[in-house]
């Protein structure tokens, strides 16, 4: 088995999500939501999946660890969404 805590997993999956996105609309407003979405709730899942592989030659993922990295990655995805519901963005304040 690959992955030994997957609650861990989702939860730390599904807060990266709406941090990155939250982080991603704050740095940089000329990208658009859906792909920002996207990018900020699958990466966390991706991050945690090269980490996890590292250097073997090879890696066995079960039908339980690509469960726990499927609902990992629509946890993300659903907190980078619902992080824009709640949080919207300011207007950049114009200097005189």
């Not at 990208?31 to 030659?57: E, F, V, W």
């Amino acid at each position: 088995m690959l992955i030994e805590s997957p609650l861990a997993l989702i939860a730390v999956c599904t807060t990266g999500g709406a941090v990155l996105n939250l982080a991603m609309m704050k740095v940089s407003r000329e990208i658009k939501a859906g792909y920002r979405h996207l990018l900020a709730g699958a990466a966390p899942t991706a991050a945690s999946l090269a980490a996890m592989i590292g250097t073997n030659d090879s890696v066995v993922a079960n039908g339980s660890d690509l469960m726990t990295l499927g609902a990992s990655l629509v946890g993300g995805l659903a907190a980078a969404i619902g992080a824009t519901k709640f949080v919207t963005p300011q207007q950049r304040l114009r200097h005189r």
